[in-house]
């Protein structure tokens, strides 16, 4: 708690806000090592857009070879980028097709979702939306930002070495994974692995801050049930994140020191490789134990990067329905039980791995469960609409395809759930358009809400609407376009990870599909340069946004935008909850919590609105 | 303003409405046509018991989808913002929270009961293996090498009978495939049986099939094992009977003809067990004929793997 | 604090730094390792076609010929149905024709001083009819190897040597070539696919030019030796290695065999 009270005992820490430069920063501290939270946030913003154009870059490359197999890369798809270890006179090989979908799910998982959910919303929105001047410990949170820079560096690093980055899966099952003679790839899996533990790191510093400054650090009247739903969901992920990480950095030092010190975890006896026996190990070691390992880390992560989500499109929601959420404890709690049952259905990504199969009707049974808070969810959002005056902006356009792509995912994810579906639909492309329509169609949709939603109070202009309503809907249409038909792929037999289908003649006629989907995602991972660019320009030319443009509840919405170092200049004191929208109590339609009520209005309003 | 939002509204609600209808049309026969881009035919019992929960499943899922959707698009034109409007003032109704959470719960659960059964049949509910031919399954980097009994009924003795990627069973008879991989995880996948099962280096897993008709198959590997992943694939003929005992005897006797004359002492060890598997080569010294010992050593290290 | 703050961002810089470069070195590192073994003791040693002496002779082998290991080509329809040449339904592994021992390496083991540079020529190892053209092959470290892939199907190169860095390379179209080295001397690297159980070849890669492969007819010739006495050791797959102690003097050409049994 030392740090808090360092800032804040900060003696100029009243007069350096309103959005004024502090004079006595220098430009490395105001925007790079920045203490901020805010300028955290943002710095993590910008990191993710970036790989997340590099994963999306590697996701059209994949798409490439599977809608024109064999042919070179064009021109458009920056083909001249390529090193010549991926793609030899520019035409995709086997191994190097392996590894550009291994890279594009680790870049987009653990670079591009995570730090947008949570170094991004998480940083910039807990310390602004509970009422505290920063985070508990702002060094900490810097150094959480500057451990991921290094980590993504290894991470690109690894297309540069001997053997290129790494090819068996971002979930790296071991054996393949567990020694370089299976892949050909040496140093790149061990950067991967290494990259990934410091990252790890990084995801725990964070995860800490949040935890601590949410349970210690919320202004006077902010009680855990007066909090936006964002920074529940943010909290109830940095909790989940604390003990998921360390499963995961385990997991891959047990696989490093396989691949380096020639252990035996995940290998056991008698192996071969081109027919010779495996020299150097062992044996003994159990393959399952790192699917375990890696899911009990794994299915987590996968609420990790849509809690988040889920929060946010419920504050976008009630803003722009001008309604109270429906259900807010409802929401909270569905939430919670979404984290903690996810702890307890790993399993169902090992079906058919061999694990026992009573164990798979376990797995199963705890997995339809977790259907029902998402389902819960999904009913009060629609509940919120109900009765609302429903404004179409491009948060809000972008939340709903959110609600709708979500749904789709969701309701994908149940096929999967049953042990003899999944024993046909496991591993083919069905697996491959739902978890899309979760992390696309879900978290890359609240995250281009969130965005856009507290874009004015990061840099004090709106992001412009027209241009945000063509790249919304252009995306939203491709994107249906790019995963749904790959549902049909996988109810044909269509395996993932395969390079070539046209080797297999059950597939071969599927090709108008998969060219369908490659055409549909270029013009897809297209269209994502409309929303940067308009980034960009409405860093410099968008309008001028007041403190509160949305007519917002929640307190970041009561300080001036761009906020200043220390946020607030008096700590507020918080009266009611976050989504007291078209509230009798007040005349407007919104009821911002720190402002209080006339006790009159207050008691002409009991009653109302709760049943 | 408001002709802008209705036009909005009303492209949300085609587009809905759109998906909504084709999620929809997929379930129905509809879409028998459409065939090829549709479930794969069935070739056992068990695949047509799967498509039937896939088919409820989805059938459920379609109705749940579509009254979501048509809900949503409701809402969304029904309660679009108009000037002078005020939303209504409500947080909730507890009862209605009950209800969405209950039904849902006692849908899914029932879900999972009924693929309970099915799950166990494919899973759990093995043939015996005096009632079924068994054979040996044991892909690696990037081919399925296959081996059965042979002559004596048992397995890793010489006249055992070993292809690579041809799999040749009976019609009508229950088949026991027994996995172990010899380097990384495979998935044994024949889309027309709906049955995946990985094979993993250390431990045997199982799968068995009942196919009623002769027919070709293709075995896909199901599981990244590595740059010949994609085109890991095996040949699985479902033969007659008597076609099949034809193939099997001639196996028999090409693998006879191979054991029969027994020959200068360096050829007898490599004919038995190098059809399936390269040699190792020499250390660079002249002990020649140690190699070949270190190969059925090898080979035999495998075979302690399997369990048998 | 501001001090804190720094001197944490900057270690944290440092150390990434030196992550990222140290990965990136070790890998130079061996590179500088194998240059300047190339080029150690002054100028490399050039083969002398004039003056050089030469052996030559032929393999034989007097025993019985071993049964050949047959393939089951059946596993991939490419290869069966491209299998035209001769022998498709046997591995290369023993090829013995008259009494002649095919795909016997025979090289200088020892004898040889300085270091021969590798020549600008690439050598070629083709796969065809999913073979390995040639079955042995010879290089000098650090002589440029081309795979080339001559079939319509998957080939992949994937070498276990045990000196020199193993690599593992698919090559899935037709006319697909991949140029590789050997730095080390390595005598022999076995080269197989693991598409194909049966494609097997071994490379063999020495500081020298002087070695030379059996023909189909068991001939060798190693041509342009410096006059001097020299090790010379017949290498095959099978049936091991045999050594010979021979004398040269310049411009000679000393006939020698070799026989296995």
């Given at each position: 708690?030392?740090?808090?009270?360092?800032?804040?005992?900060r003696?100029?820490?009243?007069?350096?806000h309103?959005?004024?430069?502090?004079?006595?920063?220098?430009?490395l501290?105001?925007?790079?090592?920045?203490?901020?939270?805010?300028?955290?946030?943002?710095?993590?913003?910008?990191?993710?857009?970036?790989?997340?154009?590099?994963?999306g870059w590697?996701?059209?490359?994949?798409?490439?070879?599977l809608?024109?197999?064999g042919?070179?890369?064009?021109?458009?798809?920056?083909?001249?980028?390529?090193?010549?270890?991926?793609?030899?006179?520019?035409?995709?090989?086997?191994?190097?097709?392996?590894?550009?979908?291994?890279?594009?799910a680790?870049?987009?998982?653990?670079?591009?979702?995570?730090?947008?959910?949570?170094?991004?919303f998480?940083?910039?929105?807990?310390?602004?939306?509970?009422?505290?001047?920063?985070?508990?410990?702002?060094?900490?949170?810097?150094?959480?930002?500057?451990?991921?820079?290094?980590?993504?560096?290894?991470?690109?690093?690894?297309?540069?070495?001997?053997?290129?980055?790494?090819?068996?899966g971002?979930?790296?099952?071991?054996?393949?994974?567990?020694?370089?003679?299976?892949?050909?790839?040496?140093?790149?899996?061990?950067?991967?692995?290494i990259?990934l533990?410091?990252?790890?790191?990084?995801?725990?510093?964070?995860?800490?801050?949040?935890?601590?400054?949410?349970?210690?650090?919320?202004?006077?009247?902010?009680?855990?049930f007066?909090?936006?739903?964002?920074?529940?969901?943010?909290?109830?992920?940095?909790?989940?994140?604390?003990?998921?990480?360390?499963v995961?950095?385990?997991?891959?030092?047990?696989?490093?020191?396989?691949?380096t010190?020639?252990?035996?975890?995940?290998?056991?006896?008698?192996?071969?490789?081109?027919?010779?026996?495996?020299?150097g190990h062992?044996?003994?070691?159990?393959?399952?134990?790192w699917?375990?390992?890696?899911?009990?880390?794994?299915?987590?992560?996968?609420?990790?990067?849509?809690?988040?989500?889920?929060?946010?499109?419920?504050?976008?929601?009630?803003?722009?329905?001008?309604?109270?959420?429906?259900?807010?404890?409802?929401?909270?709690?569905?939430i919670?039980?979404?984290?903690?049952?996810?702890?307890?259905?790993?399993?169902?990504?090992?079906?058919?791995?061999?694990?026992?199969?009573?164990?798979?009707?376990?797995?199963?049974?705890?997995?339809?469960?977790?259907?029902?808070?998402?389902?819960?969810?999904?009913?009060?959002?629609?509940?919120?609409?109900?009765?609302?005056?429903?404004?179409?902006?491009?948060p809000?356009?972008?939340?709903l395809?959110?609600?709708?792509?979500f749904?789709?995912?969701?309701?994908?994810?149940?096929f999967?759930?049953s042990?003899?579906?999944?024993?046909f639909?496991?591993?083919?492309?069905?697996?491959?358009?739902?978890?899309?329509?979760?992390?696309?169609?879900?978290?890359?949709?609240?995250?281009?809400?969130?965005?856009t939603?507290?874009?004015?109070?990061?840099?004090?202009?709106?992001?412009?609407?027209?241009?945000?309503?063509?790249?919304?809907?252009?995306?939203?249409?491709f994107?249906?376009?790019?995963?749904?038909?790959?549902?049909?792929l996988?109810?044909?037999?269509?395996?993932?990870?395969?390079?070539?289908?046209?080797?297999?003649?059950?597939?071969?006629?599927?090709?108008?599909?998969?060219?369908?989907?490659?055409?549909?995602?270029?013009?897809?991972?297209?269209t994502?340069l409309?929303?940067?660019?308009?980034?960009?320009?409405?860093?410099?030319?968008?309008?001028?946004a007041?403190?509160?443009?949305?007519?917002?509840?929640?307190?970041?919405?009561?300080?001036?935008?761009?906020?200043?170092?220390?946020?607030?200049?008096?700590v507020?004191?918080?009266?009611?909850?976050?989504?007291?929208?078209?509230?009798?109590?007040?005349?407007?339609?919104?009821?911002?919590?720190?402002?209080?009520?006339?006790?009159?209005?207050?008691?002409?309003a009991?009653?109302?609105?709760?049943? | 303003?408001?002709?802008?939002?209705?036009?909005?509204?009303?492209?949300?609600?085609?587009?809905?409405?759109?998906?909504?209808?084709?999620?929809?049309?997929?379930g129905?026969?509809?879409?028998?046509?459409y065939?090829?881009?549709?479930?794969?035919?069935?070739?056992?019992?068990?695949?047509?018991?799967?498509?039937?929960?896939?088919?409820?499943?989805?059938w459920i899922?379609?109705?749940?989808?579509?009254?979501?959707?048509v809900?949503?698009?409701?809402?969304?034109?029904?309660?679009?913002?108009?000037?002078?409007?005020?939303?209504?003032?409500?947080?909730?109704?507890?009862?209605?929270?009950?209800?969405?959470?209950?039904?849902?719960?006692?849908?899914?659960?029932?879900?999972?009961?009924?693929?309970?059964?099915?799950?166990?049949?494919?899973?759990?509910?093995f043939?015996?293996?005096?009632?079924?031919?068994?054979?040996?399954?044991?892909?690696?980097?990037?081919?399925?090498?296959?081996?059965?009994?042979?002559?004596?009924?048992?397995?890793?003795?010489?006249?055992?009978?070993?292809?690579?990627?041809?799999?040749?069973?009976?019609?009508?008879?229950?088949?026991?495939?027994?996995?172990?991989?010899?380097?990384?995880?495979?998935?044994?996948?024949?889309?027309?049986?709906?049955?995946k099962?990985?094979?993993?280096?250390?431990?045997?897993?199982?799968?068995?099939?009942?196919?009623?008709?002769?027919?070709?198959?293709?075995i896909?590997?199901?599981?990244?094992?590595?740059?010949?992943?994609?085109?890991?694939?095996?040949?699985?003929?479902?033969?007659?009977?008597?076609?099949?005992?034809?193939?099997?005897?001639?196996?028999?006797?090409?693998?006879?003809?191979?054991?029969?004359?027994?020959?200068?002492?360096?050829?007898?060890?490599?004919?038995?067990?190098?059809?399936?598997?390269?040699?190792?080569?020499?250390k660079?010294?002249?002990?020649?004929?140690g190699?070949?010992?270190?190969?059925?050593?090898?080979?035999?290290?495998?075979?302690t793997?399997?369990?048998? | 604090?501001?001090?804190?703050?720094?001197?944490?961002?900057?270690?944290?810089?440092?150390?990434?730094?030196?992550?990222?470069?140290?990965?990136?070195?070790?890998?130079?590192?061996d590179?500088?390792?194998a240059?300047?073994?190339?080029?150690?003791g002054?100028?490399?040693?050039?083969?002398?076609?004039?003056?050089?002496?030469t052996?030559?002779?032929?393999?034989?082998?007097?025993?019985?010929?071993?049964?050949?290991?047959?393939?089951k080509?059946?596993?991939?329809?490419?290869?069966?149905?491209?299998?035209?040449?001769?022998?498709p339904?046997?591995?290369?592994?023993?090829?013995?024709n008259?009494?002649?021992?095919?795909?016997?390496?025979v090289?200088?083991?020892k004898?040889?001083?300085?270091t021969?540079?590798?020549?600008?020529q690439?050598?070629?190892?083709?796969q065809?009819?999913?073979?390995?053209?040639?079955h042995?092959?010879?290089?000098?470290?650090?002589?440029?190897?081309?795979?080339r892939?001559?079939?319509?199907?998957?080939?992949?190169?994937?070498?276990?040597p045990?000196?020199?860095?193993?690599?593992?390379?698919?090559?899935?179209?037709?006319?697909?070539?991949?140029?590789?080295?050997?730095d080390?001397?390595?005598?022999?690297?076995?080269?197989?696919?693991?598409?194909?159980?049966?494609?097997?070849s071994?490379?063999?890669?020495?500081?020298?030019?002087?070695?030379?492969?059996?023909?189909?007819?068991?001939?060798?010739?190693?041509?342009?030796?410096?006059?001097?006495?020299?090790?010379i050791?017949?290498?095959?797959?099978?049936?091991?290695?045999?050594?010979?102690?021979?004398?040269?003097?310049?411009?000679?050409?000393?006939?020698?065999?070799?026989?296995?049994?």
């Amino acid at each position: 708690m030392e740090s808090t009270a360092q800032v804040l005992e900060r003696p100029h820490a009243t007069e350096e806000h309103h959005g004024h430069a502090h004079p006595q920063l220098s430009f490395l501290e105001k925007y790079v090592f920045s203490l901020d939270h805010k300028v955290i946030g943002i710095q993590f913003m910008f990191s993710s857009l970036f790989f997340l154009l590099v994963g999306g870059w590697l996701a059209l490359l994949v798409r490439w070879q599977l809608g024109f197999p064999g042919q070179a890369i064009p021109w458009y798809l920056a083909g001249f980028l390529v090193p010549e270890s991926i793609a030899s006179a520019s035409v995709i090989q086997p191994n190097t097709y392996n590894t550009l979908f291994t890279m594009h799910a680790t870049f987009m998982v653990f670079f591009a979702i995570m730090p947008m959910m949570i170094g991004l919303f998480g940083n910039f929105l807990i310390p602004l939306q509970i009422g505290a001047r920063d985070m508990a410990f702002p060094v900490l949170n810097m150094l959480s930002f500057w451990l991921s820079v290094p980590a993504g560096l290894l991470m690109l690093a690894s297309f540069f070495v001997e053997g290129g980055p790494a090819s068996a899966g971002w979930t790296s099952y071991a054996p393949l994974s567990a020694v370089a003679d299976f892949t050909g790839v040496g140093v790149g899996q061990n950067l991967w692995g290494i990259s990934l533990l410091v990252l790890g790191v990084s995801s725990i510093m964070g995860a800490i801050n949040y935890i601590t400054t949410i349970i210690n650090m919320r202004a006077p009247g902010m009680t855990m049930f007066r909090m936006p739903l964002p920074t529940w969901a943010i909290f109830i992920t940095a909790i989940l994140l604390l003990l998921a990480i360390p499963v995961l950095s385990a997991a891959i030092g047990l696989l490093l020191m396989d691949r380096t010190l020639h252990t035996s975890f995940f290998i056991p006896a008698g192996l071969t490789v081109t027919g010779n026996p495996l020299a150097g190990h062992t044996g003994g070691g159990q393959p399952l134990l790192w699917q375990h390992l890696f899911w009990f880390f794994g299915h987590p992560e996968v609420y990790i990067m849509i809690l988040p989500a889920m929060g946010i499109t419920s504050e976008i929601l009630a803003v722009f329905a001008r309604k109270p959420i429906f259900g807010y404890r409802a929401m909270i709690f569905s939430i919670s039980a979404i984290a903690f049952l996810g702890w307890i259905v790993w399993g169902h990504h090992m079906f058919q791995s061999g694990m026992n199969p009573v164990l798979g009707t376990t797995f199963m049974i705890s997995t339809m469960v977790i259907a029902v808070p998402s389902a819960i969810k999904v009913f009060n959002w629609l509940g919120t609409l109900w009765g609302g005056q429903i404004q179409f902006t491009v948060p809000m356009l972008n939340a709903l395809a959110f609600v709708s792509m979500f749904t789709i995912g969701g309701l994908s994810g149940i096929f999967m759930a049953s042990t003899p579906v999944d024993s046909f639909i496991h591993d083919t492309y069905f697996i491959v358009g739902h978890i899309h329509y979760v992390l696309f169609g879900g978290s890359l949709f609240a995250g281009f809400a969130g965005i856009t939603f507290w874009f004015p109070k990061m840099f004090g202009r709106m992001m412009n609407p027209t241009i945000g309503k063509i790249h919304f809907w252009l995306t939203f249409i491709f994107f249906n376009c790019t995963f749904f038909p790959m549902h049909i792929l996988g109810i044909a037999g269509h395996m993932r990870r395969i390079f070539d289908p046209n080797e297999y003649p059950h597939l071969a006629h599927l090709q108008p599909i998969n060219t369908f989907i490659t055409v549909s995602a270029l013009l897809l991972g297209f269209t994502q340069l409309i929303f940067i660019a308009n980034l960009f320009i409405s860093l410099r030319t968008g309008k001028r946004a007041g403190n509160n443009p949305w007519r917002s509840n929640t307190l970041e919405w009561t300080v001036p935008s761009p906020t200043g170092h220390g946020n607030f200049e008096v700590v507020p004191t918080v009266y009611h909850g976050p989504y007291e929208y078209s509230s009798p109590m007040t005349d407007e339609d919104f009821l911002p919590q720190d402002q209080p009520v006339d006790p009159e209005r207050m008691k002409l309003a009991q009653g109302m609105g709760h049943h | 303003m408001i002709n802008r939002i209705r036009a909005y509204s009303i492209a949300i609600a085609g587009f809905l409405l759109g998906s909504a209808g084709t999620a929809l049309a997929q379930g129905s026969k509809v879409v028998a046509r459409y065939h090829r881009y549709w479930l794969p035919d069935q070739a056992t019992a068990i695949a047509g018991k799967v498509d039937d929960m896939f088919n409820l499943i989805l059938w459920i899922t379609s109705v749940v989808f579509v009254l979501v959707a048509v809900v949503l698009v409701y809402f969304l034109i029904r309660y679009r913002a108009r000037p002078g409007g005020k939303a209504i003032f409500y947080h909730g109704n507890t009862r209605l929270e009950i209800i969405w959470t209950v039904i849902p719960a006692l849908i899914v659960i029932a879900l999972g009961f009924l693929s309970k059964d099915l799950w166990s049949q494919i899973k759990q509910q093995f043939p015996a293996e005096n009632d079924a031919l068994v054979i040996d399954v044991r892909p690696r980097q990037f081919q399925w090498d296959i081996r059965y009994a042979g002559a004596d009924g048992k397995f890793n003795t010489p006249d055992d009978i070993t292809t690579i990627n041809q799999l040749h069973v009976p019609a009508g008879k229950n088949v026991l495939i027994k996995l172990t991989a010899q380097d990384v995880i495979h998935s044994f996948f024949v889309p027309e049986f709906r049955v995946k099962q990985d094979a993993v280096p250390g431990m045997v897993t199982k799968t068995w099939f009942n196919v009623p008709k002769p027919g070709h198959f293709e075995i896909a590997c199901a599981e990244l094992c590595g740059l010949g992943h994609y085109r890991m694939r095996g040949y699985l003929t479902v033969d007659t009977q008597a076609d099949f005992d034809a193939w099997y005897s001639k196996q028999q006797s090409e693998k006879a003809a191979q054991l029969a004359p027994p020959p200068v002492a360096p050829a007898a060890p490599t004919g038995g067990s190098t059809t399936d598997s390269a040699l190792i080569p020499p250390k660079g010294d002249t002990a020649t004929h140690g190699t070949v010992t270190g190969d059925s050593a090898g080979a035999k290290k495998t075979d302690t793997a399997t369990g048998k | 604090m501001k001090f804190n703050r720094f001197s944490l961002a900057a270690a944290l810089i440092l150390c990434s730094a030196i992550a990222v470069s140290s990965c990136g070195k070790k890998h130079r590192y061996d590179q500088d390792d194998a240059e300047e073994g190339d080029t150690k003791g002054g100028a490399a040693a050039v083969v002398d076609t004039v003056n050089g002496a030469t052996v030559t002779g032929k393999i034989l082998f007097t025993g019985t010929a071993p049964a050949q290991v047959p393939i089951k080509q059946e596993s991939d329809p490419v290869c069966a149905a491209k299998a035209s040449e001769e022998k498709p339904e046997v591995t290369q592994e023993v090829v013995i024709n008259d009494g002649k021992l095919a795909n016997v390496f025979v090289y200088i083991s020892k004898g040889i001083d300085g270091t021969y540079a590798p020549p600008a020529q690439a050598a070629m190892l083709d796969q065809q009819g999913c073979r390995y053209h040639p079955h042995v092959l010879g290089v000098v470290a650090g002589q440029k190897i081309q795979f080339r892939n001559s079939d319509a199907t998957l080939h992949n190169i994937h070498p276990v040597p045990k000196n020199n860095a193993s690599f593992n390379l698919a090559q899935a179209s037709v006319g697909k070539v991949d140029e590789k080295m050997f730095d080390k001397p390595e005598v022999m690297i076995p080269i197989s696919c693991d598409v194909h159980g049966w494609m097997r070849s071994y490379v063999g890669v020495l500081n020298h030019p002087f070695f030379s492969v059996s023909g189909s007819d068991g001939s060798f010739s190693i041509k342009g030796l410096p006059p001097g006495t020299y090790t010379i050791t017949a290498w095959h797959e099978k049936f091991g290695e045999q050594t010979q102690e021979v004398t040269v003097k310049a411009k000679e050409t000393k006939d020698i065999s070799i026989a296995y049994k």
